[in-house]
Every structure is written in C-alpha cells, then in structure tokens.
Nanobody, 116 residues
Framework: QVQVVESGGGLVQPGGSLRLSCAASGFTFSNYAMSWYRQTPGKQRELVTTITSAGEVITLAASVKGRFTTSRDNAKNTVYLQMNSLKSEDTAIYYC?????????WGQGTQVTVSS
C-alpha cells in the first residue's frame, strides 16, 4: 500500500536549519509529484511546496521563498525539504503528501519547533 513517512523534525533556534525527509513506498515514486504542507493549531493546512516527478519545483509559498528548498532522490524514493533561516512562525507540523491513482495520501507529520 502507498505510504509516506516524514522524519527530521525537532527543536531548532531561530536562524537555524533543518532538513526534513519523506520516504515513500507502495507506488512508482519517480512518476508522481510530491508536496509538503504544514499546519499549526487552529489554522488550515498550508501548502509549502510541490515538486514534480521530474524534479521541477512548481509551487513555493511566499512565506518561505528564499529560505526553503525541496528536492527529491528518485533512487531512494525520498523527497526532502531543506529549511534555512528558520523563524518562530515556521513552527508547525510538516506533512508530506502525494496523489496516486485518484487518492491523496498523507504522512503522519513531523513536528518542527523554532524557539530560543
């Protein structure tokens, strides 16, 4: 079955960096776009970025431009979110997402907390 599993979250100081990973299985990873979302309590889940199957970044939220980048390694069935210059407002649960054969799949999320 299709699974996406996020990892790499944690506590980081403002200005710091983290790299999140999302390991995918159960489908032909190289054929599908992957997205990162984030959510804070009381707010809707927000799209952060999407990367196509070919590795083109087609969306990037304005709030993270110049600080976050996404990439994928099709040999490892993994997509990454590199987060630099982190701010307190980046604190959220970060989710990996894909749309395969008519269904949307979400990971369990990984918590990122930016605090001094």
């Amino acid at each position: 079955q299709v699974q996406v599993v996020e990892s790499g979250g944690g506590l980081v100081q403002p200005g710091g960096s983290l790299r999140l990973s999302c390991a995918a299985s159960g489908f032909t990873f190289s054929n599908y776009a992957m997205s990162w979302y984030r959510q804070t309590p009381g707010k809707q889940r927000e799209l952060v970025t999407t990367i196509t199957s070919a590795g083109e970044v087609i969306t990037l939220a304005a709030s993270v431009k110049g600080r976050f980048t996404t990439s994928r390694d099709n040999a490892k069935n993994t997509v990454y979110l590199q987060m630099n210059s982190l701010k307190s407002e980046d604190t959220a649960i970060y989710y990996c997402n894909t749309f395969v054969r008519g269904y949307v799949y979400w990971g369990q999320g990984t918590q990122v907390t930016v605090s001094s």
